[in-house]
């Protein structure tokens, strides 16, 4: 008998930079990608609170199906993410609890100090209280839309380097781009 919830996995990758970390210590080296990474980390001085940044980036994704900063290219991006202000703005906000809101927002605190960590964020109503919430099948139709529209970006995205880096002819122009 085949398990049909062996192909349902979500896997979390790219520990290549990651470090065992005390808690107690301020790392300072610039790692991750645009629209995950910590304002924190592009000021060379972050602890372990940087991931849960970017835990919140990807429940706000999950919930939205849409990134909370976006732009045309990483700067753009990396940008939005220094100044720190993202919204629940769009429509499909609109039926997402309040408790996953507040979640959101306090994993997405600018200030790392005054962010939850990982613990307190597992103690969040939206986590305890998650048993006895109806699902809203419109919104979670919305929602995958919208993640795949994001999806089909990347894909392009990516589709565009790989055929660049592909057709380059030294070296020296693979690490200008």
């Given amino acids: 008998m085949i398990d049909k919830e062996c192909d349902n996995c979500l896997k979390i990758i790219d520990f290549g930079t990651s470090v065992i970390n005390s808690g107690h210590e301020v790392l300072t080296q610039t790692h991750g990608t645009s629209y995950y990474i910590a ?3 592009l000021n060379n001085k972050y602890n372990e609170k940087c991931d849960v940044w970017s835990i919140g980036v990807m429940l706000y994704i999950l919930l939205s199906g849409k990134p909370p ?3 045309a290219c990483d700067n753009e ?3 939005k993410v220094q100044i720190g202000a993202y919204n629940f703005n769009d429509k499909i906000w609109e039926n997402v609890s309040q408790e996953a809101k507040n979640l959101v927002k306090s994993m997405m605190t600018k200030d790392f100090n005054k962010r939850v960590s990982c613990r307190e964020a597992l103690q969040s109503p939206w986590f305890t209280n998650a048993s006895t919430t109806k ?3 419109d919104l979670m139709k919305e929602s995958l839309k919208n993640l795949m529209n994001f999806n089909a970006v990347q894909k392009m995205q990516q589709a565009t380097m790989s055929m ?3 057709n380059m002819i030294t070296k020296e122009e693979i690490s200008r781009l």
């Fill in 77 to 79: 991006i990396t940008d």
């Fill in 135 to 137: 699902v809203n099948e």
């Fill in 39 to 41: 304002p924190e980390v």
């Fill in 164 to 166: 660049m880096v592909q």
């Fill in 69 to 71: 900063f976006d732009g």
